[in-house]
């Protein structure tokens, strides 16, 4: 049987290389598909999504609103803060975000979303998500939305947290707070489909089996982080909601999406087409 050629997209960073190690490394293989990994940061996964650009991607919980039409949810993969999250920080200390540029790492972002829940008044400056510890350090904005390892090291780089969003959800909700999800195109069938949530959700499983080679692999990733920074950040992202949602996951994307729409920040109903194992 020739297999099938699928792009899978995630983003550079050590939680998705962690998660996707056994598929890299043919630990995890299928007779049915060959996956090429594509690897950009997750607003130009997002903004690929919205082409319907590739088969089986990374994006971020908010930008599914935009492609729910040509991706399904799968039920594994989900990044999800457990009482953490993203966070806003600045140079020099601040009462509040109002009039403030702050810097964020793309409107299609579950970051910014969750901002726009939470504060208003502001400014939004969109950049790379690397490049914006650095610019609040410079005076370049006077705020930023920190997403990745900058939620763990800002301090480090002299920087005050003004509020963690993964806090705040956690005491309002009790619930995770979503943030990624992996998605497959709907036109390829239920059969397809259900194979390549097989094949990651056993990479899944397999890379939180063999942490240790798993992690050796992800700190490739790990853009200069400590060890022990980057494997408190592979596991503070891949956890059992990442196995699978659940009904606290499917719960909290739902509650996510309620409280931006009844806010007016976005005007699309969430309609949550969740692929089960």
């Known amino acids: 049987m020739n297999k099938l050629t699928m792009r899978l997209g995630h983003s550079p960073d050590a939680d998705d290389a962690f998660m996707f190690y056994a598929i890299a ?7 049915r598909i060959d996956f090429v990994h594509v690897v950009e940061d997750i607003q130009s996964l997002n903004k690929r999504a919205l082409n319907g650009e590739l088969e089986v991607t990374a994006i971020s919980a908010h930008g599914y609103l935009k492609v729910q039409d040509k991706y399904r949810i799968m039920s594994c993969g989900a990044s999800m803060g457990e009482g953490y999250g993203p966070i806003v920080v600045s140079g020099e200390p601040v009462e509040s975000l109002e009039g403030k540029r702050i810097g964020v790492p793309g409107m299609l972002t579950s970051a910014y979303l969750q901002l726009c829940i939470y504060a208003e008044g502001f400014i939004p400056v969109e950049m790379p998500f690397d490049e914006i510890m650095p610019a609040v350090q410079n005076g370049d904005i006077e705020t930023g939305l920190l997403i990745h390892e900058g939620q763990l090291t800002y301090k480090d780089a002299g920087l005050h947290l003004l509020f963690d969003i993964g806090e705040l959800w956690a005491r309002e909700t009790s619930l995770p707070l979503p943030l990624g999800l992996n998605v497959v195109k709907r036109d390829m069938g239920e059969e397809l489909q259900k194979e390549v949530h097989r094949v990651h959700r056993e990479s899944i499983e397999y890379a939180l089996s063999h942490k240790s080679e798993g992690l050796e692999y992800a700190m490739e990733w790990g853009r200069g982080m400590e060890e022990e920074v980057g ?17 606290d996951g499917k719960a909290a994307l739902e509650l996510m999406f309620d409280k931006a729409h009844s806010k007016g920040i976005i005007r699309e109903k969430a309609v949550l087409d969740i692929l089960e194992g």
Do not use: H, Q
């Not at 490394?25 to 007779?31: A, F, G, H, I, R």
């Not at 494997?231 to 009904?247: A, H, S």
């Open 231 to 247: 494997e408190k950040f592979v596991l503070m992202y891949v956890n059992d909601y990442t196995v699978e949602l659940g009904d």
């Open 25 to 31: 490394k043919n630990k995890v293989t299928s007779d």
